[in-house]
């Protein structure tokens, strides 16, 4: 299917590029409209990795896929204005508070993750140059007969 195509142009490539000329020319109305797009569009893109397992055996689905993103970006229709005026908006404002605590618990367990991990992987690193340096100085002892300096000092 070529679908995935027309997604990333018109989905994707032409939103990003009206949003670099809102941002460029700081023209408020048409950021405003953007970044409800995008918004809406991040959902957009959740729910369709889902009906992408579900429901791509749907007759049209592609179809349907490639009209409902240009509705949602037509100046005509204003879909995602639309969507985000009468469901996004009142949705996040009302779970607003519940979200951002989300956030901040998930960015503290990501660091004491980050931290355990970075913890675990120094022990390797030490465990793995003790061994290297063990092997080295037991090779040295093998090959050449000299005393291992892991067990000397020297």
Known sequence: EGSWAYLLLFG???PA?????AV??????????WMMY???FALYTVVETITDLTLA???LYYELKIAFVIWLLSPYTRGASLIYR???????????REIDDYIVQ???????TMVNFGRQGL???ATAAVTAAVKASVLRYVLFGTSPSVFTNK
């Open 24 to 33: 460029k020319t700081k023209n408020v109305k048409e950021y405003v409209r």
């Open 12 to 14: 994707t490539l032409y």
């Open 17 to 21: 590029y009206y949003s670099y000329k």
């Open 123 to 125: 022990s390797i690193a």
């Open 57 to 59: 055996w749907f007759p």
């Open 38 to 40: 995008w918004i809406v």
């Open 106 to 112: 998930a960015k503290e367990r990501s660091y004491e």
């Open 86 to 96: 009468k469901c996004l908006h009142p949705l996040l404002s009302s779970r607003e």
